[in-house]
């Protein structure tokens, strides 16, 4: 089994995601939060498209 690339770029968005959201709500800037859930959002969809993708 091996992982491909759109699993790959998938995580590694969602983490950014997750961190950038994090950094916004600690900051009180709400519009970086708001952009790290959509980072994490679409980090989640990429992910299990190359999860679908690789079966």
Known sequence: MSINRDQVKGRTLKSKGSVKQAVGR??????????????????GLRAKYGDAKRR
């Open 26 to 43: 600690v900051t009180g800037d709400g519009k970086s939060e708001a952009s790290g859930r959509t980072h994490k959002a679409l980090g």
